[in-house]
C-alpha cells in the first residue's frame, strides 16, 4: 500500500500526555502500548496487535478481543517487499538486470491503451513509475484472476505520466511473472526458498489458492463488520497473496534492512527513493516521522486485514502492529504509533 501522509491533528506529546498514567508509584507502560487501545476505540478496529523488537528485547500488546500474539493473517502489501527482495537478489546474480525492459521478460504482453512493455523498465515496476494502471481500483481487491487476466484488466487504462509515481498492484504482479519467467519457478517458490527458509519464518506461506487461514488464526472483519476469513488470495496474487506472523515480520525486516538478505549495493538501491521522487524505494518506503527520524518498511491492506511494519535504517529496532479489519478509521494514529514507538523518550 502506499505511504500513509496524513498529518497528525495534535501533537504525539501531547497524546501521550493526556494518556499517562496517574499514580506515580505505578511503572508507566511503553507509549506505544498506550496508544495501541485507540486503534479499536478511535480507529474501530475489533482488535488490535504488536510486536516490537529491540536490541533482541522483544515486546508485545493487544487491544479488543480476538487477536493472539501466535496468529496468522493476511499481510496484503507487505508482499511487495519480498518480491522485491527476490528480484534484487537475482539482479545481484546476473540473471536479470533493472534495466531490462518488461517486453524483453514478457514478450508481447504489455501492450495497448498507450501501454508499451518495450520502453517500461523492471527498475519502474519496482518503483512504481510505470504508469500502469491499477487493476484492483476495477476489481476492488474482491476478485480472484490470473496474473495475466489482472494485466489484461490494467491495459484497458491508458498509462499515467511516464516517470511518475503512481502505486499500481500491476506492477508486482508482472514482477512475479517475470521471476517466473527467469528462475523456472514461482514467485512463491522462489520466496520461499531464497527467504523464508533462510530466516526460518516458519509461520508465513504463499497461500496460492488457498481461502483459509492455518491454524492459530482470529477472525477478519470488513468494515461493515461482515467476516471475511475466507478470502481467495488470488485476488492480489504477487501484489498481496502473503499470510505471515508478528514475529516472522519483525525478523524479515530486520533481517533485510540488516544486510542478512542483499549485497550492500542492493540493499542501497532497494531504499534508494530518487527515481519515485521520495516517496518509495523498492517494496520499501521511509517514513519521516515527527521528531525527525526516518523509519523503513511497508504496510500491506486487504479486505478483512491492515498490518504495517517499520524499523530502523540498521534493522535494531522493528515494530509490526495490526488490526483484523481492512483499515483504521482515524488515519493519524498510525503515525502517532509510530513516533511514540522510535523517537526518543523523554525522561
Do not use: K, W
Given at each position: 500500500m502506499p505511504p500513509l501522509r496524513t498529518l497528525l491533528a495534535a501533537p504525539v506529546s501531547l497524546a501521550l500526555l493526556a494518556l499517562s498514567p496517574t499514580s506515580s508509584s505505578a511503572p508507566a507502560a511503553p507509549a506505544t502500548d498506550t496508544l495501541l487501545p485507540l486503534l479499536v476505540t478511535q480507529g474501530r478496529a475489533p482488535a488490535a496487535a504488536l510486536l516490537a523488537d529491540e536490541d533482541s528485547r522483544t515486546r508485545y500488546?493487544?487491544?479488543?478481543?480476538?487477536?493472539?500474539?501466535?496468529?496468522h493473517f493476511r499481510a496484503g502489501s507487505i508482499t511487495k517487499t519480498f518480491i522485491a527482495t527476490v528480484v534484487l537478489q537475482l539482479a545481484a546474480e546476473h540473471r536479470l538486470s533493472l534495466s531490462d525492459t518488461v517486453e524483453q521478460h514478457l514478450p508481447g504482453l504489455v501492450h495497448g491503451a498507450g501501454n508499451d512493455g518495450r520502453t517500461m523498465t523492471l527498475r519502474a515496476l519496482l518503483t512504481h513509475t510505470s504508469g500502469l494502471s491499477n487493476f484492483t481500483a476495477d476489481t476492488g481487491g474482491l476478485v480472484p484472476l490470473s496474473p495475466r487476466q489482472a494485466v489484461r484488466i490494467a491495459l484497458t487504462h491508458p498509462p499515467a505520466d511516464p516517470g511518475r509515481y503512481s502505486y499500481s498492484n500491476t506492477n508486482y504482479v508482472l514482477l512475479g511473472m517475470v521471476i517466473q519467467q527467469?528462475?523456472?519457478h514461482s514467485y512463491a517458490t522462489e520466496a520461499e526458498r531464497r527467504i523464508i527458509a533462510p530466516l526460518g519464518l516458519t509461520g508465513t506461506s504463499f497461500p496460492g489458492s488457498r481461502t483459509s487461514l492455518p491454524s492459530p488464526h482470529g477472525r477478519a472483519y470488513a468494515a461493515d463488520g461482515t467476516?471475511?476469513?475466507e478470502l481467495d488470495p488470488r485476488v492480489a496474487g504477487a501484489a498481496g497473496?502473503?499470510?505471515?506472523?508478528?514475529?516472522?515480520l519483525d525478523r524479515f525486516y530486520a533481517a533485510l534492512l540488516d544486510g542478512e538478505l542483499l549485497p550492500s549495493r542492493r540493499l542501497r538501491e532497494m531504499r534508494d527513493t530518487r527515481t519515485a521522487h521520495g516517496l518509495y524505494?523498492?517494496?520499501?518506503?521511509?517514513?519521516k516521522l515527527s521528531c525527525g527520524i526516518t523509519v523503513w518498511g511497508h504496510?500491506?491492506?486487504?479486505?478483512?486485514?491492515?498490518?504495517?511494519?517499520?524499523?530502523?535504517?540498521?534493522g535494531r529496532h522493528v515494530l509490526t502492529f495490526r488490526v483484523n479489519t481492512t483499515a483504521i478509521a482515524d488515519p493519524g494514529l498510525e503515525p502517532a504509533l509510530l513516533s511514540a514507538e522510535f523517537c526518543p523518550r523523554t525522561p
Open positions: 500488546a493487544r487491544a479488543g478481543h480476538g487477536i493472539a500474539r501466535a496468529d527467469v528462475t523456472g467476516d471475511v476469513t497473496e502473503l499470510v505471515t506472523t508478528l514475529a516472522d524505494g523498492m517494496g520499501l518506503f521511509p517514513e504496510n500491506g491492506r486487504i479486505t478483512g486485514s491492515y498490518v504495517r511494519t517499520a524499523a530502523t535504517a540498521d
